[in-house]
């Protein structure tokens, strides 16, 4: 791919203007699939008297897309590959060039999704903003801001007919497939229409000789309104690719939002001798998403710091010789989450169907909660900042304390209430960690320099109650995503081996290990039953946690290099103490593609039908994701003036991800099939892996 930019700026004392435009193109990991967009900046500041200023902004991006069918789908271009065994030729056509069926009766050929399947989108987004500063009197400030967010976009699909039969689920609405039905076709628009206004206050005043007061109000308002629109239809002649010409129109989609937030808030900070600082917050947000006596809320936030270095006791002491800085911070602060569930979430919304002839009306499966109110986070926060021998060594530590309270949460119900889930708040999490930054420069000279920085991270977090004593969630490829009590967040809750007291497996006659069986007792309590006669597990298949999304520790070391014009940064990211629910790897091995256990019991080596036996435990997809990767490794060389053409011209060879250390059984452990959920993470299934890339880069300044 390639990644193109360009800006000039300028100006005068009252009038600056910054222009930039770019162009983007990326060729994609698939075949047929690829990437570019186009986008155009441009900003103005204008002095407009002595005391007022404006700026404005605009932004134009428009890009476009080729795709393929997500992860999240059998007929996806990496599921498809997976399901089917590796023994089919998929490369077979007929006279006509037609791909042919690979002898599984209802499985999609995985070159017929790359090659016949198209997937469009088109994104025109546009971003604008304006400000106005004025300073009416000498230690007042007066901030006014609005943004204009605009965005559109419309994505297609096609599957064009296919000369064998394909099962009715590739298709969708579960009917009988026939040649009437073959081939499909939809089109999807969404608008998004976003703008906020800030204004803000700001008054400093000085107190005495050391002391500095600083005090702000402001308030905020935030509009967004969106429409989502899909047509869809089955049945498709050939070449005709639009929804009009399907012989058969499919139930489409109709949804509209409205969102307004508002938010007022008042600081108070005090600066005394440069050294110590003070703060406290009141802020009160409300979003129309939640009901009208729960939408108001009020936040709290304290802070302060002290430069213990600047004292005269600690300058004026021999420690001050080695030891150039010390700071020491702590800090409280709550929020709330605005945005949590949808703009209608909280109401009952009925389905328009047709029905013979009218009109029917069809009764969500949630029941409605009109008190529901955003989830709150308390957070309270220590750290220091120190630096030694001036400057070549520099410390920054942090430890917070999170918990968030009244989580939103859609929790089973008894079906007898006329529905199955119930949207309210409930349950209390918590998140406790360190965060540690360290900075060296081991060598530095006229003409060699060695900068070293880590970061070290570490998090625990714990669900501290949850009703029911046990929620788990319907996510990609089934994995058992759950909230436990006592537990870190989206846990892995599901069936497991069963061992004996020496902790290795029980296996049956066939020497195929089994699943765990007895009394569940409780989501996190059971008792294991065995058969006297056989010693075989008997009962109920038990559950426990099998699994733990969630990393011990991450971190990150970055090396840089420098002699004289010449430059070498290598980084390396580590992540440490998780799991990952490979669902690829399990189906893999299902339909005869691994080389792990499948290979072994073709082979002999495993007996028969031990993948069959074990392919229902869960545990048995759980698998390691700990890796370090060597995320970057640049090389740049500044040549700096050039002739009389560009003032400054930089050469860099880069590349990203070019290795992994790891035990994975699939291509990356770096993966989530959840997207950017916060509670399925760390599932693969059907993703495609994170590219190794490498870039020749040229910064020319003239």
Not at 83 to 104: P, Y
């Amino acid at each position: 791919g390639t990644d193109n930019n360009v800006s000039v700026r300028g100006g005068k004392d009252k009038t600056k203007y910054f222009a930039s435009a770019s162009y983007f193109y990326n060729q994609g990991i698939i075949d047929n699939t690829d990437f570019n967009r186009f986008s155009f900046r441009v900003n103005l500041d204008q002095e407009l008297s002595s005391w007022a200023t404006m700026n404005v902004g605009l932004n134009y991006i428009n890009s476009r897309a080729n795709e393929k069918p997500d992860g999240n789908t059998f007929y996806s271009p990496m599921n498809s590959v997976t399901i089917i065994g590796n023994f089919h030729d998929i490369s077979k056509r007929d006279n006509n060039g037609n791909i042919l069926a690979i002898g599984e009766r209802g499985r999609v050929n995985p070159v017929s999704v790359i090659e016949d399947m198209k997937q469009q989108q088109e994104t025109n987004r546009i971003i604008s903003n304006f400000g106005l500063k004025l300073k009416p009197l000498k230690d007042l400030t007066v901030d006014y801001t609005m943004g204009i967010d605009y965005l559109a976009q419309n994505g297609t699909t096609y599957i064009p007919p296919y000369a064998y039969n394909v099962s009715p689920g590739f298709w969708g609405g579960g009917l009988t497939l026939d040649p009437t039905l073959n081939g499909y076709a939809s089109t999807g628009n969404n608008q998004q229409f976003l703008i906020n206004h800030e204004l803000n206050a700001t008054l400093n005043k000085k107190i005495g000789k050391d002391l500095v007061s600083t005090t702000q109000l402001g308030y905020s308002l935030q509009y967004e309104k969106g429409k989502y629109s899909i047509l869809q239809g089955r049945g498709m002649a050939p070449f005709v690719q639009t929804v009009q010409g399907a012989s058969t129109v499919l139930p489409g989609v109709d949804q509209r939002n409205e969102i307004s937030i508002s938010g007022g808030y008042l600081q108070q900070n005090f600066k005394y001798k440069n050294r110590l600082f003070l703060t406290a917050a009141a802020r009160i947000d409300g979003s129309s998403v939640f009901g009208e006596d729960q939408r108001n809320q009020l936040y709290l936030k304290f802070s302060g710091s002290y430069v213990l270095s600047d004292e005269d006791f600690f300058a004026n002491s021999s420690i001050s010789d080695w030891w150039d800085f010390l700071k020491i911070r702590a800090a409280y602060g709550e929020s709330g989450n605005l945005t949590g569930i949808g703009a209608y979430s909280r109401f009952n919304i009925y389905q328009a169907s047709p029905l013979v002839g009218r009109t029917a009306l069809n009764s969500p499966g949630q029941l409605a909660n009109e008190n529901v109110k955003p989830e709150t986070q308390k957070e309270f926060e220590i750290g220091t900042d120190m630096s030694f021998l001036k400057g070549r060594i520099n410390l920054t530590f942090n430890y917070y304390d999170k918990k968030v309270e009244d989580l939103l949460i859609s929790r089973f119900i008894n079906p007898s209430q006329g529905y199955t889930s119930l949207l309210g708040n409930v349950g209390t999490l918590s998140n406790k960690g360190i965060e540690i930054a360290l900075g060296l420069t081991p060598v530095r000279n006229n003409n060699f320099s060695w900068d070293v920085n880590v970061i070290y991270n570490k998090n625990t977090n714990k669900v501290e109650n949850i009703p029911q004593g046990l929620i788990q969630f319907n996510v990609p490829a089934g994995a058992p995503v759950s909230l436990l009590p006592g537990y870190p967040v989206g846990v892995f809750y599901g069936f497991f081996f069963a061992t004996n007291e020496s902790g290795e497996q029980i296996k049956n006659t066939s020497n195929i290990p089994v699943q765990e069986r007895g009394v569940q007792n409780s989501p996190t309590s059971y008792t294991v039953s065995r058969d006297p006669a056989t010693g075989l597990p008997t009962g109920t298949a038990l559950r426990k946690v099998i699994g733990d999304p969630n990393p011990d520790w991450t971190g990150s070391l970055v090396n840089t290099f420098n002699y004289k014009k010449l430059s070498l940064r290598i980084q390396l990211d580590a992540v440490q103490g998780v799991d990952v629910f490979n669902a690829d790897f399990r189906t893999r091995q299902g339909v005869g593609n691994g080389s792990e256990y499948a290979q072994q019991e073709h082979n002999g080596v495993l007996p028969r039908g031990y993948i069959a036996g074990i392919y229902g435990i869960e545990e048995w997809r759980i698998d390691d994701g700990s890796f370090v990767k060597l995320r970057e490794l640049a090389l740049s060389y500044a040549f700096g003036r050039l002739n009389k053409t560009f003032s400054d011209f930089t050469v860099t060879f880069s590349g990203r991800n070019l290795y992994s250390w790891d035990n994975y059984h699939g291509f990356d452990p770096e993966t989530n099939a959840g997207g950017g959920s916060t509670l399925a993470r760390g599932i693969d299934f059907g993703n495609v892996p994170i590219p190794r890339t490498m870039a020749i880069t040229l910064n020319a300044k003239f």
